[in-house]
Every structure is written in C-alpha cells, then in structure tokens.
C-alpha cells in the first residue's frame, strides 16, 4: 500500500498528439463558419454586431462538431475491433480487497437494498463474493428516512444471513455532501481495501463485470481509476424510454470515442467505476474553495476534479465502453432532469477557477472546459438568438449605409443569400446527424438490431426520438441559460435529493417551470413576424418548441405513453428484449419480503412506537456517555413535550435530536407504551385496543 502512494508520475505521451489533433479539428472548421456567417450576413456596414454574430456561431459550431469528431472515432474504433490498452489479466486474482460503497441521501431504501442483493448474489454466482464488502452509507437528514434505511438494511441482512458483510452507517455531520460521505469513509475505513467500487443509489453491476475490473486493476498497476459506461433500465414513462433508447444506442460510439481521444486521462462520472483507495486517499482531498456565492465553497461536481488529480499525481484514468453489465437509472420526466442540471451547471461552472490550476494535464482541462460548455453553449445559443433578432430589427428600422466610413470605391450594397444560409443550416444539422447514422450502421454490423425491436422499429425509434430531441432542445437551452446566468449572479443551489420513480409532472407544476417561457415565445415571436414574416419561420423551430412545452412536459411524464410505445416495439433496449441475469436477480429481490414489524407505524413513529424497530436502532446507536447537564435537561424537555402532545409537536430537528440518543429513544419507548387513553392515541392509534390501557403487542419479547 506504502509503495502505491509514493508512485511517481507516469507520462502518458500517447493521448497528447490525439488531444491536439482534435483541436485542430474542432477549431479549423469553427474559424471557416464564422467566416462563411459573415459572408451570408446581408449588411456588412454592421460591423460589430456582425462579428459577434460570427464569433458566436463559430464558437457553437465548433462545439457541436466535437461531438461529429468523437462519434467517428468511435466507430472507427468499433469497426476495428480496437482492443484497450489496458493489459488483459493471464490469470484471475482473488487476493485483492473491495470495498463496494453506496452513498444515499434520503433515497427509498427498499430498492437500494434491493439492488445490493442483487450484486451480491451476482457475485456470490461469479465466485467472487469473498473480496468484496458492502457498505451502505447514509447522509440522511431526515428522521423517517433514518429509521427506514435501518430496517430496510436488517431486512437485507436477515435475507443473506448473518455471515454477510453488508454494513450500515450514517453520518451525523453531512458536510460536502457525496464526496465528503466518500471522504469519511476512506479515512475510517479505506486503507483496509486494495480498491472500492463507487455505486450510486441507482447503480447495478452484476459480479462479473466486478470482478473483471478488480483483474484489470491488478494487472495494470498504473491505472488509479477505470470507469464503466452504465446502460440505462428500468424507464417507464415516455420520457425516460426515449433517453434510455437513445443513451443505449449512441452511448457506446460516444463512449469509444472518448476512449480513443483521452486513453489514460479519461472522464470519471462519480459511480460505476473502481477506484485504487491509497492515491485516491493521498491525493484527491477537495479544498474548499476561497470566496462567496456560487463559485466559492465546497466543490460540487467532484467526480472530473478528482479524476484530474489521480492523473495529475502520474495515475491512468481510464473510461472503458467495453465492460459491459454496467447499469444505472436516469430521470424520469423533464423536469426532474432539469432539477438535476440545475446542480450539475453551477458544479461545472465552478471548474472555471480550476481551468489554469498548477499541474493538471491539458486533457482534463479541456475536461473541464467541455463541462462549462455543456451549460454555457445555452447561453451563447440563446445570445446568438438575440444577435439575430437584433439584425432583423436594424434591417427593418435602419436604413442601410451605402457608403460606410472608410474609403471605398463603389457603394456596399446589402445582399442576401438565402441559399447560402440555407446550406450553412443543412450543414449544422448534418453534423448533428451523423452521429446518429453512425450508430444504426454499427447496430446492424454487430447485429444487434434484435435488441432494439428490429430494424423498423430501431429506425421509427430514431426518427421518433430525433423528433422529440429537436422539440425539447430549445426548452432545455432555456432553462440552462437561467441557470448560468444565476450561477454567474453568485446564487447557489441547494442539494437535495434526487427524484425517482415514475412521478408524472402536473399541469401545475408545467405551467409553473415552462409558462415564462411559453410567454416569452409568443412575445418575441410576434414582435418579429411584425417586423419581418420570413426571419419568423427561421425562429419558428425555438419558439415553437417553447410554446408545446407545457402540454409536451406533461404528456412526456405519463407512464401511460411509455407503454404504449413499449407494446408497440418502440423505444426497446436489449435489456428489455433479453434481461441478463443481473436485472431478474434485482426484481426477485425488489419482490422479498421485507424485515417483519410487530406495527404499522414507519419512520421516527415506528423507531418510538414499534418493539423490533426500537430494539434496532437502539443497537445501532453508540452508548449513551456523561453528557452535559443542560444537553440532558434539553432532552427530557423534548421527552415531556412529545409525550404532552404528540410526534406531531416536535420539530424535523427535535426528532433527529431523539433519534440521535439511545437514552432518549429507549425511554421515551417505554414512556408511549405506559400511557392511557386519550394521550396514547397520539402514538398507538392504530395499536389501541378497547382497553384504555395499552399493553404492548407479543413480540415486546424482541426488545427484552
């Protein structure tokens, strides 16, 4: 372990003439349309605003060419057959320690749990369970969330039998919240494993795609961190089925792509991936950064600062597509994937003061870059949007300057070229498009059109998609121009937790989130069909797609849609039309039942109230020491108060202050079950007999 964290440097020559190959290709043809903009320009007496028209185009074009340069690559790679260069292990190691670690924040811990045993009972199938354990870490702030993780997690245990190495922890501080819960634990726990496997509450792995990257690890002693591409599952509404068709059909040329382009300076996405312990422990501690607001604090989107600073320390960061068994969930309405932007922009717009720092190799700048850009190409679309009307606006109002300032010979006449900007269009979507024609090509080589449904229902599936895509663009680069410029104004985000489910979007919530923009569309699109009805059909594509956004928000949510299209053949991935084994391990154990409760009661009532569920947390929690005299008087002030009046009077912080004291929950326990009617209604309504006093029920014996 000493001789890993003393590793030097290890240069890596190979990714660099890749890095500026691919500069060079995004940057050349980005200076060619800027100038073919200016040509198509109808005024060139407009100097300034010209210019930055042309800027700004050639600075989104060649943002979107990087994604036509990353997808030929790919296929490229596929077509080949390009092997990684990772050295593939002659033989398996079963010495190595794993830790697997799953970090949650007031998630359903029914089927995270549920997702554990099935990687477990995958591995146990692999023969490969003896290197792993499991540890569940809970940041969770919340009482009922709390008790419901401690009995979802004995459920688990009782399932798997006591030899199981499964363990449960929450934190009492959550401080930087997902890395700060990763941090904690390396620094009790970490040194006792040779690697930990990073899930989040929504991954699935199955053991052999584990046990693989353990023998990778082993035989490639320079690498520090080697990422999977997770395959989207389990999307129900139509909005999900759509990202889950096209993450799973793109995803792998993308993901080659990448692959080829960054070799060992790769990207880590923060889960699904397994990470060396001892030079992540030595290097990748995240400072707080200086100042206030939104660039100031913790650093939130931790996953790409910490692959930069494996590589910066001479560790191989390696994204590799080939591991496949790899599976996560995504969110489930638009709305949900915007709240997720939301925190995922001011994250990456914080990299802004990481660009230039001291060490990191130009590739994971560029990193750095692509993430800043992936929010800020929003807010340079929509200020090329508003570039344009004002063009239209002079056009209109101003007469134009034959004769400019400078000497000239002849008048500058404005001329239009409409076939011009018309070609630049059918261009700018073509390059958009091959990506798209890449990955139905390399479908039907490998032959996995089957998966997909077929090949009519593969091309449908795309054409469809490519639809819904062109008419949720616009709306998504609305929202993410307010992001920045809030996250630029120094407003930051709260971080709360992530929405799953099949929950549909309301027609309120709808009209709340999309109406300012549906307003926005009719105002500006009226204001330019007055001034000038032909640049109204070229704004028709955004303003339109601002102006449905409600209703296709709304029916986007439904789950009803996505069966529909399911029953059809639409939008089919092949983990629907052939499960592997990992996902039918996950729904039998979605299916098991849960820990047995002597009540009905869930939560902080159930951890008061119910025999079974008290005796667990009471053992969980650490004993009860010398406290002081007026923390001790605080506490039987919470007691008398709660047994007075009910749970009900007590404050979400008051419950975790309970919680949080063995003292406190075990004898407020005893007190509730010694009450008489009517002040035991309070907390044993649905355990009342017609006695008016209460015994408590016969597994009592459990606490005893």
Known sequence: MTAEMSRG???????????????????????????????????????????????????????????????????????????????????????????????????DPRPVCARIESIYRSLEAAGRLAQFDFFLLSDSNDADAWVEEEVAWAGLRARLGGDARIYYRRRRINIKRKSGNIADFCRRWGLQYRYMVVLDADSLMSGEVLGRMVDLMEHNPSVGLIQTLPAAIHQNTLFGRVQQFASRLYGPVFAAGLHFWHMGEGHYWGHNAIIRVAPFVRHCALPRLPGKGAFGGEIMSHDFVEAALLRRAGWEVWLEPSLEGSYEETPSTLLDELKRDRRWAQGNIQHMRLIFA??????????????????????????????????????????????????????????????WAAMLLWFTLAILFVPKILSIGLALLDRRVRGFGGLSRLLAGVLSESVLSSLLAP?????????????????????????????????????????????????????????????????????????????????????????????????????????????????????????????????????????????????????????????????????????KDGPGALTPSERLRILSDRDSVAGLHWRVWSLRAPRARYWLDEQLTRSDTPSPPPCAEVRR
């Open 358 to 419: 001291r060490g990191f190799v130009p590739l994971h700048r560029a990193v750095f870059v692509n993430g800043i850009m992936s929010y800020g190409s929003s807010l340079l679309w929509f200020i090329f949007l508003l570039l344009s009307t004002a063009e239209v606006v002079l056009h209109v109002l101003v007469p134009p300057r034959y004769f400019p300032s400078t000497r000239v010979l002849f008048p500058v006449w404005p001329v239009w070229h409409p076939q």
């Open 475 to 643: 709306v998504r680069m609305l929202f993410h121009t307010v992001f920045v410029v809030s996250v630029l104004a120094g407003r930051k985000t709260q971080w709360g937790p992530q929405a799953r489910g099949d929950v549909a979007t309301t027609w309120r919530q709808a009209l709340r989130y999309h109406g300012p923009g549906t307003m926005l569309a009719m105002t500006w699109g009226a204001f330019v069909y007055a001034l000038s009805p032909k640049y109204f059909w070229w704004l028709l594509p955004v303003m339109g797609a601002w102006i449905v956004a409600i209703p296709l928000s709304v029916w986007l949510s439904r789950v009803g849609p996505g069966r529909a299209a399911r029953a059809a053949g639409l939008f089919v991935t092949p983990e629907e039309s052939h499960p592997p084994p990992l996902l039918r391990l996950y729904r039998a154990a979605l299916a098991a039942p849960g820990l047995p409760r002597c009540t009905s009661a869930r939560g902080f009532l159930a951890a008061i109230v119910d025999p079974g569920v008290n005796a667990l947390h009471c053992a969980l929690l650490p004993l009860s020491g010398a406290s002081q005299e007026g923390m001790a008087l605080s506490r039987q002030q919470l007691i008398l108060t709660a047994i």
């Open 9 to 107: 440097p290890a240069p890596h020559h190979g990714g660099l003439w890749r890095g500026v190959l691919l500069t060079l290709l995004v940057l050349i043809p980005a200076i060619v349309a800027s100038q073919f903009m200016l040509a198509v320009l109808p005024h060139p007496g407009y100097g300034d605003l010209n210019g930055a028209l042309a800027a700004v185009f050639g600075v989104l074009f060649g943002w979107i060419s990087i994604g036509l340069w990353i997808s030929l690559a790919g296929a490229l790679s596929l077509l080949a057959r390009a092997r990684s260069r990772l050295q593939a292990p002659a033989a398996t190691s079963r010495e190595a320690r794993v830790a697997l670690v799953v970090p949650v924040f007031r998630e």
